[in-house]
């Protein structure tokens, strides 16, 4: 069985990205890397290439266990591709949530609701 098949739809087809348009645009925009290489959307998956994607600030790690061309479910998905992220980018992730929800709209236009509460509590009102 020796299915070829384009990254960008298979990135799709494992649900990496929500549409193969934002694959192919993340291909374009040298997001996706195999061994440290810009691929493009037509590159044709290998079985045992290591993908990396760059989805905000980490860097995912995805190994072909299988071509395929139609999308799976969630459940079947790990019989296509390992995740092989390193669990250091993983962490990222978790902090990352916490900083931008922390320092989102600091100082930035008029208070919020929660923020006038907090002035009228230190005013005294």
């Known amino acids: ?10 990135l799709w087809c494992v649900r990496v990205f929500k549409s193969r348009s934002l694959a192919s645009s ?7 890397k195999i061994e440290g290489e810009r691929v493009k959307p037509s590159y044709q998956v290998k079985i045992g290439d290591v993908i990396t994607v760059q989805q ?3 860097k995912r790690a995805y190994r072909v266990l299988a071509p395929l061309d139609k ?13 092989i992220t390193p669990p250091e980018e993983l962490a990222k992730l978790k902090t990352g949530r916490f900083v931008s929800y922390q320092s989102k709209f600091k100082g930035i236009g008029r208070p919020t609701k929660k ?5 009228d509590k ?3 009102h």
């Open 71 to 83: 999308r799976v479910s969630a459940a079947k998905v790990k019989d296509f591709a390992e995740d």
């Open 26 to 32: 993340a291909c374009d925009g040298g997001k996706v």
């Open 1 to 10: 069985m020796n299915r070829q098949i384009r990254i960008d739809k298979w």
């Open 122 to 124: 230190i005013r005294g």
């Open 115 to 119: 923020d006038r509460r907090l002035i």
């Open 56 to 58: 905000r600030y980490i």
